[in-house]
């Protein structure tokens, strides 16, 4: 959007309404000369629009400034007043200018009609108001209606891409043979490690019912997820969280965490000697961050860098600051802002 447009359909509305107001005006103004006088039809037409064409970007700086100043549904009567009233002082003046000129140049307008005239750019300044609120207002929804649909979308993305995760064939069968060799070793460990998978995926299959969720859920729902990456991967695997009370109720995307730490255990060497360990701590900005050793596997692993792309996808349609990634020789870190709630 340019500097002095008001809506996206500013040039259009100004196109029509312009020459249609400049016509009605000097009808009033000048009555049966502005018709029958081809020059003074010509000369009034060609100077009114010079000054209303400049007036109207007035008009539209007036309307910008209210609306930052005033940018919510709640303030829309004091906007609309505060700007109704100053481009109605704006467009009075130009009316006033243009008479007093049409005057000096051999058509003066009689009182009355001064007075109609005053009054028709009133009503003409309280419509184009009204029309381009209602313009605003559409635009409005509209660009929320297309972030509301692209956030959906990277919902339910970066939720299949998790899902995708932990059902597939690889994955299942990893935890069933843990789990089968559970229930005879030890019933009571198979049982909670039958839990906490029952915990993972309910919260996978919900995960997309809000747009953001507490720290306090994502951190029980990574325990869950992280209580069955480290009994296939043991001791290799170690979770460390350093999260200030303070902050346990601020939010965060759903499933950020999940693909941070999937992502981690997908590029990296998980083995006794190497273990991996994955930090998620809270700073005093009410930022979080998830960081990791870097011991890069030597084979690379096929990776769309879907479950990143996401996690900026969905900070951005939110509004919300962007995360940043840091990566040097020892560590990768992910730092990702807290929305309070």
Do not use: C
Not at 27 to 40: H, K, P
Not at 83 to 105: G, K
Not at 260 to 287: C, F, G, M, S, Y
Not at 302 to 311: D, L, T
């Amino acid at each position: 959007m340019s500097r002095f447009t008001y809506t996206e359909q500013d040039s259009r509305v100004r196109l029509i309404v312009l020459p249609v107001f400049l016509l009605l005006l000097n009808t009033i103004t000048l009555g049966e000369r502005f018709w029958s006088d081809w020059r003074v039809f010509l000369l009034t037409n060609s100077l009114g629009f010079i000054l209303y064409f400049g007036h109207w970007f007035v008009n539209n700086a007036i309307a910008l400034h209210s609306h930052r100043r005033f940018p919510s549904y709640r303030q829309a009567i004091r906007r609309i007043l505060i700007t109704t009233s100053l481009a109605a002082i704006n467009s009075l003046s130009v009316t006033l200018l243009i008479m007093w000129i049409y005057s000096r140049l051999g058509y003066p307008v009689a009182v009355s009609q001064q007075v109609w005239a005053v009054l028709f750019v009133f009503i003409m300044v309280v419509a184009v108001t009204a029309v381009y609120e209602g313009i605003h207002a559409f635009e409005q929804w509209r660009h929320y209606f297309m972030e509301s649909e692209q956030l959906k979308k990277a919902q339910l993305q970066s939720q299949l891409e998790a899902l995708k995760q932990q059902v597939n064939p690889h994955f299942l069968f990893n935890s069933l043979n843990i789990l089968d060799a559970l229930i005879e070793e030890d019933p009571t460990q198979a049982r909670e490690f039958l839990n906490e998978m029952s915990s993972v995926y309910r919260y996978l299959l919900r995960s997309n019912e809000q747009n953001l969720t507490p720290l306090s859920s994502e951190l029980e729902f990574i325990n869950s997820y992280f209580h069955l990456l480290r009994t296939r991967h043991g001791q290799a695997l170690n979770l460390v969280t350093h999260i200030s009370p303070q902050y346990v109720d601020h939010q965060l995307p759903p499933l950020t965490l999940q693909l941070l730490i999937e992502n981690a255990v997908k590029h990296n060497v998980i083995l006794p000697d190497r273990p991996l360990t994955i930090e998620i701590a809270t700073d005093d900005r009410a930022q979080l961050t998830v960081r990791n050793n870097l011991q890069r596997k030597h084979i690379r692993v096929a990776s769309n860098g879907v479950g990143i792309s996401n996690i900026l996808t969905k900070y951005r349609v939110l509004g919300q600051g962007t995360p940043t990634f840091t990566e040097d020789e020892q560590q990768f870190v992910v730092t990702l802002p807290l929305v309070a709630a």
